[in-house]
C-alpha cells in the first residue's frame, strides 16, 4: 500500500511516499520519496522556532514540496484538469485561514491528477498549533479531491517507529521495548508494549534536551540549531579549561528529566566570566564538552535503568537529539550485550514525513470526526 505522509508539526515542511507491505508480523517498507523543506535559515536570527514565520513558510512550501515529493516518487501524474465553481468554493472555504495554500491547491489539482496512493498521514499533533493546521489542511484537500482515506498521526509514536525505516531493522521485531524520544520539543521515556501501547514513564518537567542543547549555544554564541553545533565542537575539540555542570536528576528515583537548571549553570557560569574568556576559543569548547556530557549522561543512564526495570531487551532512539552519535554512543556502551539499541540514520531521526506514513501503517488510527489540530496530543 502507498501512504503519503505530511508533517508540519515544527519548522520543516515534510512530505514523504512510502510502499509498505506486511507478512504477518514481518513486514517490508521502501522509502519512495521523503522531501523536507528546512526553516534552519528563517530561525537562525531567533534562536529558535518563531511560530507565525514557520506557519508562512509552510503555507508557501507545502504545494512545492508536494510536488517534489510527488515527482521523486515518480508519481507525479501530470493531467490537465478543470475545476468547477463548486469545487473551488469548497477548497476556499474549507481552508479560509490558508488562502495562500488554497490558491496554490486549485493550481495543483488543474495541473495534476490523483496518483496512486492509498492513503495520507498527516501528524495531528504534538506540535506547534498553527503549523500542524497548515499540514492538515493540506490532507483534508488531498483526501477530498482524491477520495483517499486519511490516517491522523501522533507525532511522538511517528518518532518511535523511525527506526524501522531502516531495512535491515524490518524483519526484528522490537516489542516490548524502551524508547527515549528526545528532540526539540520533547524528551520521553515511553514503554513500547506493542503498537499502540505505550506508556510514559518519564517526561521532561520543563525544557526538553534539544531545547537545552538551543538555548546554551545560543548562550554561547555557537550556532543554530544548537545540538549539532555543540556536538561537531564536542567531536573535533579539545579544552585545557574544566568546567563541571549538574547532572540534573540523575540520581532521582523516577525516569524524569529537567533541564533548564543546566542552562541556567550555564547562564551564570557565562556572566561571571570576564569577556576575554567569554569570546575565548578554549572557553567555548569547554562548555560544548561538558554540556554535551551532562545532557547525554542523565539521558542515557535514566534510559538503561528504565529498560532495566521494565525487563526489556530493546531500547529505541528516536528524535533529532538522536542524531547525535555521542549519545548513540553512549547508550550503546552502556547497553553491552544485554540491550540491542535501535535507531535511525540521522535524516530520519529529525523531523520527516517518512516516519508518520510508517506509523499510519503500522498502527492505524480513526479519523475522528472533528479532525483538529492538538499541540499536546497525547501518545
Ligand atoms: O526532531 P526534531 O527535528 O524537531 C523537533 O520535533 O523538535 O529535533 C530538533 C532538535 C533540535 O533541538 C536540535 O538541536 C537537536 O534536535 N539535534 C541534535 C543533533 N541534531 C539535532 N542534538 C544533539 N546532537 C545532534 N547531533
Ligand atoms: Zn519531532
Not at 469548497?90 to 485561514?97: F, G, I, P, V, Y
Not at 490532507?139 to 507525532?155: C, D, E, R
Not at 526538553?208 to 561537531?232: H, M, N, Q, S, V
Request: charged share 25%; aromatic share 10%.
Amino acid at each position: 500500500m502507498k501512504i503519503l505522509g505530511i508533517d508540519t508539526s515544527c519548522d520543516d515542511t515534510s512530505i514523504a511516499v512510502i510502499d509498505a507491505k506486511k507478512n504477518g508480523a514481518i513486514f517490508e517498507v521502501g522509502i519512495l520519496s521523503n522531501a523536507i523543506s528546512s526553516q534552519t535559515e528563517i530561525h537562525r536570527k531567533w534562536g529558535g522556532v518563531y511560530p507565525s514565520l514557520a506557519k508562512r513558510a509552510h503555507q508557501k512550501n507545502a504545494v512545492p514540496v508536494l510536488i517534489k515529493s510527488l515527482n521523486d516518487a515518480k508519481n507525479l501524474v501530470k493531467k490537465k484538469n478543470t475545476l468547477s465553481e463548486n469545487q473551488k468554493s469548497w477548497l476556499r472555504k474549507k481552508l479560509d485561514h490558508d488562502p495562500l495554500l488554497a490558491k496554490d491547491l486549485i493550481k495543483f489539482f488543474e495541473k495534476y491528477s490523483k496518483p496512486d496512493i492509498n492513503a495520507i498521514a498527516v501528524t495531528q499533533g504534538p506540535g506547534l498549533e498553527p503549523c500542524l493546521w497548515v499540514g492538515i489542511n493540506l490532507a483534508t484537500a488531498l483526501g477530498y479531491f482524491w477520495n483517499v482515506q486519511i490516517i491522523p498521526v501522533n507525532h511522538v509514536e511517528a518518532h518511535i517507529y523511525s527506526a524501522w525505516l531502516e531495512k535491515e531493522n524490518q524483519n526484528f521485531n522490537f516489542f516490548p521495548s524502551i524508547a527515549l524520544i528526545v528532540s526539540g520539543g520533547h524528551t520521553q521515556i515511553i514503554y513500547v508494549k506493542g503498537a499502540g501501547e505505550y506508556q510514559i514513564v518519564g517526561d521532561t518537567r520543563d525544557d526538553a534536551a534539544g531545547e537545552c542543547f538551543d538555548k546554551t549555544a545560543r548562550i554561547l554564541g555557537l550556532g543554530y540549531p544548537g545540538g549539532p553545533a555543540i556536538e561537531k565542537i564536542a567531536r573535533t575539540c579539545f579544552s585545557k579549561t574544566k568546567i563541571k555542570l549538574p547532572r540534573p536528576m540523575i540520581k532521582s528515583p523516577n525516569y524524569d528529566f529537567s533541564f533548564s537548571g543546566l542552562k541556567t549553570a550555564v547562564f551564570y557560569d557565562f556572566l561571571k566570566k570576564d569577556d576575554k574568556i567569554k569570546k575565548s576559543r578554549d572557553y567555548k569548547n569547554a562548555m560544548a564538552i561538558e554540556i554535551q556530557n551532562a545532557i547525554i549522561d542523565v539521558l542515557a543512564e535514566k534510559t538503561l535503568r528504565a529498560a532495566k526495570n521494565f525487563n526489556v531487551k530493546n531500547i529505541i532512539l528516536g528524535g533529532g537529539v538522536s542524531a547525535s552519535a555521542s549519545l548513540k554512543e553512549k547508550i550503546s556502551s552502556l547497553a553491552g550485550a544485554e540491550f540491542k539499541v535501535l535507531y535511525p540514520s540521522p535524516i530520519f531521526s529529525t523531523d520527516n514525513a517518512a516516519m508518520v506514513a510508517l506509523a499510519a501503517f503500522l498502527h492505524p488510527r480513526d479519523l475522528p470526526e472533528n479532525f483538529f489540530a492538538d499541540s499536546n496530543l497525547e501518545i
